[in-house]
Each structure stands twice: as C-alpha cells, then as structure tokens.
C-alpha cells in the first residue's frame, strides 16, 4: 500500500511542473516591450494633462499593436510567474530611451530607489 501512494505522489508532483499553463495567444518579448515602453508614455501624457482618460489612451496602445486587452494582460501574468518580466521591462526602457534620449536622467531615477527622501522616525 505504502508504494502505491508513494508512487501517485510521485507522478502529481512530476506532473505539475508549471504553476502556469502558457497562454494561447502568449505575446513576445518584443511587442510585450513595445507595449510597456507605450504604456509609460501614456501615463507620462495624464500626468502632464491632468483630468484625460488614461484608459482611453490604454485602449488606442492595445488597438495600435493589433492586440486584445485579455491577451495582454495573460501574457504579463504568464512573464511575471515565469520571472522573465525584468528583462521585458528592461527592454522597453531602451525603447524609451531610443525614442527620446533626454528622457535617460528622468528614467534612471525611476529605476533606482530615491536614498534622498528623509526617514521617518516613529
């Protein structure tokens, strides 16, 4: 009996390897940087006009790139389980960059943590 359910534990751990299925319409690195790259633009447009729809915007970037809001959000889901999200985002940084090279300053101080800010004391 022992073996039995030795072995059935055996075949379910083996059998699930992944905590996620991959997904049917999966999108690539690439376009998955494209998207993220102008994604950060759209929010930079709202900060700067204050009271515009960001969802709009959002809706015109996946409409542009030819994808469905679904796909793309099982596609993110799928890259950050798979801790491949670093690398896109990394990637969509150097799009930014390429499009706008002046925007280096205000990105790298996005991507560092601001040591600046004074500490609260309880």
């Not at 999108?27 to 729809?53: C, H, I, P, R, Y």
């Not at 205000?106 to 600046?116: I, R, Y």
Request: charged letters at 30%; glycine letters at 4%.
């Amino acid at each position: 009996m022992r073996k039995i359910i030795a072995l059935f534990t055996f075949l379910f751990l083996v059998s699930c390897n992944e905590y996620i299925d991959k997904p049917k319409n999966l999108l690539d690195k690439s376009t998955m940087s494209e998207v993220m790259a102008d994604l950060a633009m759209n929010d930079q447009v709202t900060t700067v006009f204050q009271g515009k729809n960001l969802e709009s915007g959002t809706r015109y970037i996946l409409k542009t790139h030819n994808i469905k809001a679904d796909d793309f959000i099982e596609s993110y889901k799928y890259y950050v389980v798979k801790g491949k999200m670093d690398q896109i985002v990394d990637d969509a940084k150097e799009i930014l960059l390429e499009k706008d090279p002046k925007a280096k300053g205000f990105v790298e101080g996005k991507s560092k943590p601001n040591t600046k800010l004074p500490k609260l004391e309880r």
